[in-house]
């Protein structure tokens, strides 16, 4: 048996909690309650439903359920396949938030948020679950909700999870590229092990000085199947790839491939990278 800190249980509001111009509930397609297991990555512990219009800019959180603020090691908040926030961690009071004061979605009609979890590595038979405490909507005072939100209790367990490894790094850095199409501006070779395991969405970031529409028409190719494009990197540097369906990666080794339509910045740098294990 596990021993440790049991947050107060919260109900769950069948309608909307209304602050202004967005209000919030738990989303029709939350997850249900399942087992997570020890060192999971991205986890998915629950989905909130924001209607109404304005932009987010500040999103607390609390943990719940028998269980240690360690059980949860990152914590991100996600629209669908692309994640909106770098990793956040269990503060005192087992409270975890998000700000940016730009904003970290808006909400024009409606808008499911997910949080996803890196679990911890010893969380057999503890119970986890995230509840939505707060949050800011620019230019109206900040709600704190009498009684947060929940999405469903999830069962901590032991078990083998598939393994998926990347390798070296290529190509070397080329510091007199030429603009052409079809630049591999990133490639290396996954190992998956234990079982097979599906790729539901691939995420990579690009840093430097060159302009995000300088890198045009972005494929992720794995093996010799072009599993997704997108047109130009975000503001932030972020390319999302999301297959279709999820595409099946049977054990072994597979080559991923990112080609990119090089199309000017002369002189000026770039480079791609994954930067945690949720992408």
Same mark, same amino acid.
């Given at each position: 048996?596990?021993?440790?800190?049991?947050?107060?249980?919260?109900?769950? =509001?069948?309608? =909307?909690?209304?602050?202004?111009?967005?209000?919030?509930?738990?989303?029709?397609?939350?997850?249900?309650?399942?087992?997570?297991?020890?060192? $999971?990555?991205? !986890?998915?512990?629950?989905? /909130?439903?924001?209607?109404?219009?304005?932009?987010?800019?500040?999103?607390?959180? *609390?943990?719940?359920?028998?269980?240690?603020?360690?059980?949860?090691?990152?914590?991100?908040?996600? $629209?669908?396949?692309?994640?909106?926030?770098?990793?956040? +961690?269990?503060? +005192?009071?087992?409270?975890?938030?998000?700000?940016?004061?730009?904003?970290? /979605?808006?909400?024009?009609?409606?808008?499911?948020?997910?949080? *996803?979890?890196?679990?911890?590595a010893s969380i057999s038979g503890q119970t986890i679950a995230i509840a939505l405490s707060g949050y800011t909507v620019s230019g109206q005072t900040a709600v704190t909700l009498g009684t947060p939100i929940s999405g469903n209790f999830m069962t901590g367990a032991t078990a083998s999870l598939a393994g998926v490894a990347f390798?070296?790094?290529?190509?070397?850095?080329?510091?007199?590229?030429? =603009?052409?199409?079809?630049?591999?501006?990133?490639? +290396?070779?996954?190992?998956?092990?234990?079982?097979?395991?599906?790729?539901?969405?691939?995420? #990579?970031? $690009?840093?430097?000085? #060159?302009?995000?529409?300088?890198?045009?028409?972005?494929?992720?190719?794995?093996?010799?199947?072009?599993?997704?494009?997108? !047109?130009? =990197?975000?503001?932030?540097?972020?390319?999302?790839?999301?297959?279709?369906?999820?595409?099946?990666?049977?054990?072994? +080794?597979?080559?991923?491939?990112?080609?990119?339509?090089?199309?000017?910045?002369?002189?000026?740098?770039?480079?791609?990278?994954? *930067?945690?294990?949720?992408?």
């Amino acid at each position: 048996a596990w021993s440790g800190t049991a947050s107060t249980t919260p109900t769950t =509001p069948t309608t =909307p909690v209304v602050s202004g111009p967005v209000s919030v509930a738990l989303a029709t397609d939350n997850p249900a309650a399942r087992s997570v297991v020890n060192s $999971e990555a991205g !986890a998915d512990l629950a989905h /909130f439903a924001f209607s109404g219009s304005g932009t987010v800019t500040s999103v607390t959180l *609390k943990r719940m359920g028998v269980s240690a603020d360690s059980s949860l090691t990152n914590v991100y908040l996600y $629209e669908g396949s692309k994640r909106l926030t770098d990793a956040a +961690s269990v503060s +005192s009071g087992s409270m975890i938030t998000f700000n940016d004061p730009n904003g970290l /979605f808006t909400v024009n009609g409606s808008k499911t948020i997910s949080v *996803k979890v890196d679990m911890g590595a010893s969380i057999s038979g503890q119970t986890i679950a995230i509840a939505l405490s707060g949050y800011t909507v620019s230019g109206q005072t900040a709600v704190t909700l009498g009684t947060p939100i929940s999405g469903n209790f999830m069962t901590g367990a032991t078990a083998s999870l598939a393994g998926v490894a990347f390798g070296a790094i290529t190509p070397a850095a080329n510091s007199n590229l030429t =603009p052409a199409n079809d630049v591999i501006v990133w490639q +290396s070779t996954a190992s998956v092990t234990t079982r097979d395991a599906y790729l539901s969405h691939f995420t #990579i970031r $690009e840093v430097g000085s #060159i302009a995000k529409t300088d890198l045009t028409n972005l494929r992720l190719i794995v093996d010799a199947t072009t599993v997704a494009t997108v !047109a130009n =990197p975000d503001a932030n540097g972020y390319v999302t790839f999301v297959p279709s369906s999820p595409m099946k990666l049977i054990t072994g +080794s597979h080559t991923f491939k990112v080609l990119a339509d090089v199309t000017g910045g002369s002189s000026l740098t770039f480079t791609f990278a994954i *930067k945690n294990r949720t992408d």
